[in-house]
């Protein structure tokens, strides 16, 4: 899958558009003369990136080696916040307690 960095659509390998060019200005010879360039297949921008389903929320985000999205992450740590605060907990104390279910 691939997600695009100008409309944020997602799409998968048999979507990209796939352009044949020659864009050597008139007159002037590149070597083999044409070109390939892939295109989103939504907005035609050439600047997308391959794209994983975040673990939690499964919407698509670009694979930059992470699995969970921002939005998830942000989520995950206020709930962790709440819970620490809930239950009158150091930072300390409740990483102890996620080791020891681990």
Same mark, same amino acid.
């Given at each position: 899958?691939?997600? =695009?960095?100008? %409309? +944020?659509?997602?799409?998968?390998? $048999?979507?990209?558009?796939?352009?044949? #060019?020659?864009? !050597?200005?008139?007159?002037?010879?590149?070597?083999?003369?044409?070109?390939?360039?892939?295109?989103?297949?939504?907005?035609?921008?050439?600047?997308?990136?391959?794209?994983?389903? =975040?673990?939690? %929320? +499964?919407?698509?985000?670009?694979? $930059?080696?992470?699995?969970?999205?921002? #939005?998830?992450? !942000?989520?995950?740590?206020?709930?962790?916040?709440?819970?620490?605060?809930?239950?009158?907990?150091?930072?300390?104390?409740?990483?102890?307690?996620?080791?020891?279910?681990?």
């Amino acid at each position: 899958m691939y997600k =695009c960095n100008e %409309c +944020g659509k997602v799409f998968d390998r $048999d979507e990209v558009v796939e352009i044949h #060019d020659d864009p !050597s200005p008139a007159g002037v010879s590149l070597p083999s003369g044409h070109y390939t360039f892939y295109e989103c297949p939504h907005c035609g921008s050439g600047d997308f990136d391959d794209a994983v389903e =975040c673990e939690v %929320c +499964g919407d698509y985000i670009v694979d $930059d080696g992470e699995t969970i999205c921002e #939005d998830c992450i !942000s989520k995950i740590r206020n709930d962790i916040v709440d819970l620490r605060k809930r239950y009158g907990i150091s930072v300390q104390q409740f990483a102890d307690i996620v080791e020891d279910m681990e």
